[in-house]
């Protein structure tokens, strides 16, 4: 199994940008995936997540409203639009997976939020 994560950067307040995460080792379409983040000093916490067919997203209060995430199961890719980014946002964002009873992460990517 492996998460690879892209798309960080350093965006301004305001900005937006679109994380990927591209999965291999495991058949994609038929599990739920989530992304995390996780801040300085700060536990991880979950992001958002969606089932296996992409019909059902849940999502964190902080990012309600600005985060949308979405799948592509041909391409074996979730993905993470962050629109209206704020400087809390600022963290290492994981994609994550739980495939027979074990946690699979990326290797993270950094959003950093600032003017």
């Known amino acids: 199994v492996q998460l690879v994560e892209s798309g960080g950067g350093l965006v301004q307040p305001g900005g937006s940008l679109r994380l990927s995460c591209a999965a291999s080792?495991?058949?994609?379409?038929?599990?739920?995936m989530r992304w995390y983040r996780q801040a300085p000093g700060k536990e991880r916490e979950l992001v958002a997540g969606?089932?296996?067919?992409?019909?059902?997203?849940n999502y964190a209060d902080s990012v309600k409203g600005r985060f949308t995430i979405s799948r592509d199961n041909a391409k074996k890719t979730v993905y993470l639009q962050m629109n209206s980014l704020k400087p809390e946002d600022t963290a290492v964002y994981y994609c994550?997976?739980?495939?027979?009873?074990?946690?699979?992460w990326g290797q993270g990517t950094q959003v950093t939020v600032s003017s």
């Open positions: 994550h997976a739980i495939i027979r009873f074990h946690d699979y």
């Open positions: 080792g495991f058949t994609f379409s038929s599990y739920f």
């Open positions: 969606i089932t296996s067919t992409g019909g059902i997203t």
